[in-house]
């Protein structure tokens, strides 16, 4: 009678076949979420690309718009066909006076609620894109064994943990709110003292002033509410923290 020896290399190859399916299939869905996780990495980062290029834009449209509403007064003083709305009121008055007290304000606030908001926009992109970053190495294949694992996205972890890069933001989102807001501020106040002194002895006039006047001032306030909404929102998307998704 013949005893048989198990081999034990046909045992072990045995094993490897039977092993490898299941790890080929873990491998092929790791490298479908690592190509999914790279595509939406770079859909977001052209998104904010695409706001960088928006907030551009935006400062220009503005700036253009503002040099546009103080030249224009200064070509109508120069026309002599300046109707008379009453003894003390003209046209030009009329017209000067909405773009200080309403005009310029509503711009101003457009342009730092806007401004703000791309901004607030690329900080949280930004802070999306850390997760992804994280993601991403801890489903590369770990090379500790050869040389010190790197990450192989890290941009925009990079930047947060920067102290510089937040404070810059900060300073700059501050900055740009407080220049426009107080052109919008210096506006209303020229506009109220220059013209509603002329129209103290008209009621209705100064009703229809005072209502431009409020309006103005509601829209500098509409525009500094959100701005600082949205300060919020930059300083968290600059945040250190990397909270797992």
């Excluded at 506006?187 to 103005?216: E, H």
Aim: aromatic content about 10%; glycine content about 4%; overall charge neutral.
């Amino acid at each position: 009678m013949t005893l048989q020896i198990p081999n034990e290399n046909s045992q072990t190859n045995t094993d490897t076949q039977s092993t490898n399916p299941t790890e080929n299939r873990i491998k092929e869905a790791e490298k479908v979420k690592v190509d999914f996780l790279l595509k939406e990495y770079e859909v977001l980062r052209q998104e904010i690309l695409d706001k960088f290029k928006g907030r551009s834009n935006l400062i220009s449209s503005g700036v253009a718009a503002l040099t546009v509403f103080i030249t224009i007064p200064n070509i109508l003083q120069e026309n002599d066909n300046v109707s008379r709305i009453s003894d003390t009121i003209t046209s030009f008055d009329l017209f000067f006076f909405l773009i200080l007290v309403l005009l310029i304000p509503l711009a101003c606030s457009l342009i730092i609620s806007f401004w703000t908001a791309y901004s607030s926009t690329i900080a949280t992109i930004g802070l999306y894109l850390t997760h992804i970053e994280q993601r991403i190495e801890n489903l590369s294949p770990d090379t500790s064994s050869f040389h010190p694992k790197k990450e192989l996205i890290h941009w925009e972890n990079f930047l947060r943990r920067n102290n510089s890069k937040r404070l810059q933001e900060l300073i700059t989102s501050v900055g740009f709110v407080a220049i426009f807001s107080l052109i919008a501020i210096c506006s209303l106040i020229f506009g109220c003292t220059t013209f509603l002194p002329k129209i103290n002895q008209d009621k209705i006039n100064l009703v229809v002033f005072n209502g431009f006047t409020f309006i103005g001032l509601s829209c500098i306030i509409y525009g500094l509410h959100s701005s600082i909404f949205n300060i919020k929102l930059i300083f968290k998307g600059f945040s250190k923290v990397r909270n797992p998704l």
